[in-house]
């Protein structure tokens, strides 16, 4: 059974600091997904991650993949409260598009 | 917006009732999958239906049944409702053998069961 994990689940920093959430995965896969969700709301897809040594940036968000380690990465660069949020890494198991599992997201607060 | 429709967008109803959630995916998205969002078990994942057929399971349970229409919106049946039913209920859609995009995720339907 695959599984997923993240960490830190809950993470409190302040606006202009660096931080990487990490995201661990049981079973061979090379697909590797991050979304973020609002409280209340849907998730938004960040990044897809599609083979090994992959890296996407999107402003201040930067997403890994080493599918070597089975471990995800997604750093934040100098932080803004505008991205207060719930971040999830999602694996899928069946190499395309199949249900993912999910990790149990990093619950971020960006204080001014 | 993701072009992913849900209705209901809340649904509040009592144990032992029976219930249909409805998605519409976005335009030329032939699978959609069913997940379930709760507090304790977090985000899972319940169904996947390719152009009518069932594709992949998770873990679903034999209470609920789904089905994807020939017009290719899918419906999630819910009976002998529990009160640890409560949840947000989610649909997603992809292009099938496009592995590059994600799922796209619906605003969810928020049960409640009293």
């Known amino acids: 059974e695959l599984k997923v994990e993240q960490n830190p689940l809950f993470l409190s920093m302040q606006e202009g600091k660096n931080y990487t959430i990490y995201c661990n995965y049981s079973t061979t896969s090379d697909r590797l997904y991050w979304y973020r969700q609002d409280p209340g709301k849907s998730l938004e897809s960040l990044f897809v991650?599609?083979?090994?040594?992959a890296v996407k940036q999107e402003g201040r968000l930067m997403a890994s993949l080493d599918t070597k380690a089975r471990l995800s990465t997604l750093h934040i660069t100098a932080a803004v409260h505008d991205l207060s949020a719930t971040y999830f890494c999602a694996v899928d198991p069946g190499g395309g598009a199949d249900g993912l599992t999910f990790g149990k997201g990093t619950h971020l607060i960006i204080q001014p | 917006d993701s072009g992913v429709t849900q209705t209901p967008k809340h649904l509040i109803t009592a144990t032992g009732q029976r219930v249909t959630l409805r998605c519409s995916p976005r335009?030329?998205?032939?699978?959609v999958y069913w997940y379930q969002q709760s507090l304790d078990q977090g985000l899972q994942f319940l169904i996947q239906y390719y152009n009518g057929e069932e594709r992949a399971k998770g873990n679903i349970l034999e209470r609920f049944s789904a089905q994807q229409f020939p017009d290719l919106h899918s419906e999630l049946n819910l009976s002998s409702l529990e009160l640890g039913d409560s949840a947000l209920y989610f649909c997603a859609s992809s292009a099938q053998g496009v592995g590059n995009q994600p799922q796209h995720f619906g605003d969810g339907t928020r049960l409640s069961i009293l």
């Open positions: 991650l599609l083979s090994n040594g």
């Open positions: 335009s030329g998205d032939l699978s």
